[in-house]
Each structure stands twice: as structure tokens, then as C-alpha cells.
């Protein structure tokens, strides 16, 4: 048998070529608290419960009691009335996931159900619309501002319309799109409305706590019959946890999965999951009592502070400006000037801070996304020294040139005939093909996929997972 300290060795020695989870160095993907002892309390909460199984509540009555503390949590903090029910699930997609589920299922009658998103939708929405067999009804967002157009969604909604999204806030942009009148809409067709505050859910109501000036998004805007929110992001806990709510057990009933019908157990399900791990729902239980209500607050006015420094910052960086006029904890900045964004990407990391490149969308621009977390209160000096220095070697490294075969070879793909062959061999061109590993600047990689139309991005990337998860 090998050692308990020998596998963990090799396991902490695996871990040290990722992104650093802590320090607020990686602005994408994680949320560090920055609080000492937050950590190690999740971890023993978690290993309490990560053998029972949520699949039977009455078996393991613990969870039951933890799930509906959360729930009440949630509904308590996000302007729930007695009325509000939920579950928790595996995080972000798999509660937007669940909310179109339960729209469509809620309306049997409607034979080709649509869901009305703007553009700016997470991505999880036209996951669940290829699921589930929902047209998904893209609405362009005013193109300076990037929130929802509440005209053209309400034009949007026909009578086949099972559920209207709308985002608080949005990823991309960090803005919180006009939720009362998009849900006024959708009431006044008796449409279910669905807001997104996977990511904003947990931070937004302390932002209005410290007196911060926050669109209403809540359920107290009439109309909103559901809300997501992630406690796996801004309430700091360790992932595989977010919250459906719903403004009534009515609303949540289509939710629920029941299968008599096999010789087994006669499988009851609230979620995707049947399965279901005690662990993240304890480790976020604990979370939630430890950090508490004063916590949090502290937690967010440090994220206010670190975003409002950041901002202020970028704005007066040369070449460098934000996108709209984020609600939230997180920046979209665009170049004005003479060098190459994804290029000031590679410099970061170069320099320690991982930034996440976004694709030009219709009027967004080309970017470079910051999610901001309270681990950034302390540090903003430096990252934006650090963003100077990293856009003034973009300017002199100058403009990214994508090799002419390579970018004539990517025009002529066709996305749904590409084959093995011309995948290999693209990743040979681009200079990964063979065991190379992965290459740590990506600036030509990524103007080349700026230059792919979405669908053939889509294929490309996917045939680039295949390529990454083999034995
Ligand atoms: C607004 C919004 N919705 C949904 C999601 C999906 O969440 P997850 O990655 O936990 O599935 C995210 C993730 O960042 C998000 O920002």
C-alpha cells in the first residue's frame, strides 16, 4: 500500500502547477475569502458528511436539516417571503439548468417552449436549452451599456415563451440588467422569470447594505418567480455548491424527478444529481455560520473597495478602459490603444495574476475579465503596477501576427466536417502538437480563435478537450 504522506506529497506536488487558488492573484475561477481558519473548517465539515447521501433525506436526516438552513439563508438575504422553497445543487449551471427544466415541465401544453435571454446570458442557459429542447431566444443588450433591453425582450415573449431570463449581474460585464421591468413583462404574460445571481446573489445585498446604489434585482421585484445564487462564489465556500430558489413550492414542483417505474428503489430527485454528496452542502453550512452576517459585510466592503480602486486604476492606465458601468465585483477592460490584449494577458501571468480573455461578442469588444474578491483588498497597488508595466510591453512587443497558412488553414474549416487529421494538424502548426504541454503564452492562440466565428471556435475548443483528457 502506498503511504497516506506519500500520496498526498505527490498530490501537493500535482496542485503546484495550477493557478494559485489564494492571494487574489488568479481573477477568474476562484474566490478567496482571505480569512484564516475558513479553509480548514470546510474541510473537516466536509469530510463529516461527504459519505451520507442526499439521494434519501430521511436516511440522512442531517442533510435534509442543512439543505432547508440554506435555503432559508438565501431566501432571507435575497428578499424571500415565507412563501420562497429551493434546493441546493452542484453550483451555477446546474440551477440554471434546473430553472428552465422546471419553466418547460411547468407547461406540458406548449409543444416547441422558448426562453428569452439576453445575448449576455450565461452560457448555462443555451446549455439547458440543447438539454432540455428549448429554442433559446437571444435579445441584443444596448451595445454601450451591455444590460438587457427590456423593450425588445417584452417584444420578445410570444406565447411558446416558458421562462424570461435576465442577469444580476451579468459575467461578462458585471452589470445588473433591468430586472423590474423585464419581470413586469413576463407577468404581464404570465411568463416565469428567471434572475441569475449565481455570481452577484451573495455580494449584491451586502453592496446595498454598505449604501451602495444597486439595481433592484431581488424577489422583491414583482414578477421574479426564481433566483439562483452560488455559495460557491461570493459566500466563499468550496465548490460544488449554489441555491435554486423559487417564489413558491408551486413554481418548484416540475423541478422534482420521480421514477416508480424499475424494480428498485423508487428514485425521488429535487436535482440533476440522484447521488448526492453530503459534503459541499456541509462544508457550505459551515461556512455560512462561521463568516455570518457581520462577516460578510466586512467581506464585501473590502471587495468594494478593492473593485473601486481597481477601476479607478485601469481608467487612467494609457490604452486601458472598462467596459459599461459594472454593478458589481467584476471589470471587463478593453484596449483603446496601440497593443494587444491578450498579449497584457500573457504579461500578467508572466507577472503572477491570472486574467481571463474574453471573446468579441457583437458590441463587446475584445477583453480581459476581473473577478474581484475580497483577497484583492491589499494587493491592488500591485496589480495595477503590474497592468502597467504588462501594457507597455504588449505596446512594444507589438501587434500579435497570426502565421497567414495557419489563419487561411482556420478560414477554410468547415465546423461540422472537421476531422482528426486537420485538428492534429492545427495543433502542430500552432506549435502543440506532440507532448509539448501546454504553452503558457496564449496571445497567438487566442487572436487566432478571435478570428474563428463562434461555431467553429466551439468545435475547435471541443476537439481541444478531447485532445487534453486522454490517459
Ligand atoms: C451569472 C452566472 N451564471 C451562472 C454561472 C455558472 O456557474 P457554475 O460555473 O458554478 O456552473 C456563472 C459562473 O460564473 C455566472 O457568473
Not at 102 to 124: F, G, K, M
Not at 212 to 222: N, T
Not at 324 to 336: I, Q
Amino acid at each position: 500500500m502506498t503511504s497516506a504522506e506519500d500520496i498526498l506529497a505527490e498530490l501537493r506536488s500535482l496542485r503546484a502547477a495550477d493557478l494559485p487558488t489564494h492571494g487574489g492573484r488568479t481573477l477568474a475561477y476562484v474566490y478567496d475569502s482571505g480569512l484564516a481558519g475558513v479553509d480548514e473548517l470546510a474541510a473537516s465539515a466536509h469530510a463529516l458528511a461527504s459519505s451520507a447521501n442526499g439521494l434519501d433525506p430521511t436516511a440522512f436526516p442531517s442533510l435534509l436539516r442543512m439543505e432547508n438552513d440554506l435555503v432559508a439563508a438565501a431566501a432571507d438575504l435575497l428578499g424571500g417571503s415565507a412563501e420562497t422553497v429551493g434546493s441546493v445543487t452542484s453550483g451555477g449551471t446546474e440551477s440554471c439548468l434546473l430553472s428552465v427544466l422546471a419553466a418547460r415541465d411547468a407547461r406540458p401544453e406548449i409543444t416547441s417552449p422558448n426562453v428569452v435571454l439576453p445575448t449576455t446570458a450565461h452560457a448555462a442557459f443555451h446549455k439547458a436549452a440543447h438539454f432540455f429542447g428549448v429554442r433559446p431566444i437571444s435579445v441584443p443588450v444596448d451595445p454601450t451599456t451591455f444590460r438587457a433591453d427590456p423593450a425588445a425582450m417584452a417584444a420578445a415573449i410570444d406565447e411558446s415563451t416558458v421562462l424570461v431570463v435576465a442577469s444580476a449581474p451579468s459575467y461578462a460585464h458585471g452589470v445588473v440588467d433591468p430586472i423590474p421591468e423585464i419581470a413586469a413583462a413576463a407577468a404581464a404574460r404570465g411568463v416565469r422569470m428567471h434572475v441569475d445571481a449565481c455570481i452577484g446573489g451573495w455580494v449584491l445585498p451586502y453592496f446595498v447594505k454598505l449604501g451602495a446604489d444597486v439595481p433592484p434585482f431581488d424577489f422583491g421585484v414583482e414578477g421574479v418567480t426564481s433566483l439562483s445564487v452560488d455559495l460557491h462564489k461570493y459566500a466563499y465556500c468550496p465548490k460544488g455548491v449554489s441555491v435554486l430558489l423559487h417564489a413558491s413550492a408551486e413554481l418548484r414542483r416540475s423541478q422534482y424527478f420521480a421514477s416508480a417505474d424499475w424494480p428498485g428503489y423508487t428514485m425521488l430527485n429535487t436535482t440533476l444529481q440522484s447521488t448526492r454528496s453530503g459534503g459541499p452542502l456541509a462544508a457550505a453550512w459551515a461556512v455560512l455560520k462561521h463568516i455570518g452576517e457581520d462577516g460578510y459585510l466586512k467581506l464585501a466592503s473590502d471587495t468594494r473597495d478593492a473593485v473601486r480602486e481597481i477601476r479607478a486604476g485601469i481608467e487612467t492606465i494609457d490604452g486601458l478602459r472598462i467596459l459599461g458601468d459594472p454593478d458589481s465585483t467584476l471589470l471587463a477592460m478593453t484596449s483603446t490603444g496601440d497593443f494587444d490584449l491578450f498579449t497584457v494577458a500573457d504579461e500578467m501571468r508572466e507577472r503572477g495574476w491570472y486574467t481571463q480573455p474574453q471573446f468579441a461578442h457583437q458590441s463587446s469588444p475584445m477583453n480581459l475579465h476581473l473577478t474581484i474578491t475580497a483577497a484583492n483588498r491589499g494587493n491592488e497597488k500591485e496589480f495595477l503596477a503590474d497592468l502597467t508595466a504588462s501594457a507597455e510591453a504588449a505596446r512594444a512587443a507589438g501587434p500579435v501576427v497570426v502565421d497567414p497558412n495557419v489563419a487561411a488553414f482556420v478560414a477554410a474549416l468547415n465546423p461540422d466536417e472537421l476531422t482528426g487529421e486537420q485538428f492534429a494538424g492545427l495543433l502542430a502548426a500552432a506549435g502543440m502538437g506532440g507532448d509539448t504541454g501546454l504553452p503558457t503564452r496564449m496571445a497567438e492562440i487566442n487572436a487566432l480563435l478571435a478570428e474563428a466565428p463562434a461555431p467553429l471556435r466551439e468545435r475547435l475548443l471541443l476537439e481541444f478537450l478531447g485532445a487534453l483528457y486522454t490517459r
